[in-house]
């Protein structure tokens, strides 16, 4: 799960770029001994292949917070999981690093990864959405498939 709070809840800021990727991936790394070739493959190739603008060496602190976002990200999809929960995904990132992040949304759901998206951000609901679950107070309110899904149609079912 990559969480609402990146900062608190999914990155460790004072620790390098690399060593926040591995932490979630000793297990597929060979566990508790891992050389330190191998873990800097892994985690340049992580950097890589999720388009972070910094070295695995540098430290998460001197990131912006969309690269930060895309860090967090990348600690959990290199893991290859079938499914992701994604929790305001781009809240406090700037556009172009919205644009990428959507990008991974839609690369995961093309490649048959459920992707569950938590936000309170409709013009993201509807941009990356295939069905949209609205809760109110608490409660679910509704089931839109993408095609039953706008801005009216997802405020009705919110305010009830």
Do not use: C
């Amino acid at each position: 799960m990559v969480p609402e709070d990146r900062k608190e809840q999914g990155l460790v800021v004072g620790h390098r770029i690399g060593e926040n990727i591995i932490y979630a991936n000793l297990d597929k790394l060979g566990g508790r001994w891992i050389t330190p070739r191998v873990k800097r493959s892994f985690a340049e190739k992580a950097v890589a292949k999720f388009g972070v603008k910094g070295r695995a060496e540098q430290y998460a602190s001197d990131l912006s917070g969309g690269n930060q976002q895309k860090v967090v990200i990348a600690k959990w999809l290199m893991r290859d999981p079938k499914v992701v929960v994604l929790d305001e995904p781009t809240r406090g990132i700037d556009v172009g690093a919205r644009a990428g992040i959507y990008d991974i949304i839609v690369n995961l759901a093309k490649r048959g990864v459920a992707v569950i998206v938590v936000s309170s951000d409709l013009e993201e609901v509807l941009g990356v959405s295939n069905r949209i679950l609205v809760l109110a107070q608490g409660k679910q309110a509704g089931i839109l498939n993408r095609d039953q899904a706008n801005d009216v149609s997802v405020m009705e079912l919110a305010t009830i």
